[in-house]
């Protein structure tokens, strides 16, 4: 029974290359990955917006 809690515990922590990582939380990904998108399509759009002036 002791093995098999053991394992578990394995299973959830984070690999030892990673932890040493400083991890952003993950809203400052989706803040950045919103941006992103919005400025891509700024500039792919840019003549379509720029004629609708």
């Known amino acids: ?3 098999s809690e053991e ?3 394995n299973e959830n922590k ?3 290359k990673m932890a040493r990582l400083a991890w952003p ?3 400052y990904g989706v803040y950045a990955a919103i941006i992103i998108i919005v400025l891509v399509n700024l500039l792919y759009y840019k003549d ?6």
């Open 7 to 9: 394992n578990n515990q």
């Open 14 to 16: 984070t690999p030892s």
């Open 1 to 3: 029974m002791q093995n």
């Open 48 to 53: 379509f917006l720029l004629s609708l002036i």
């Open 25 to 27: 939380k993950a809203k």
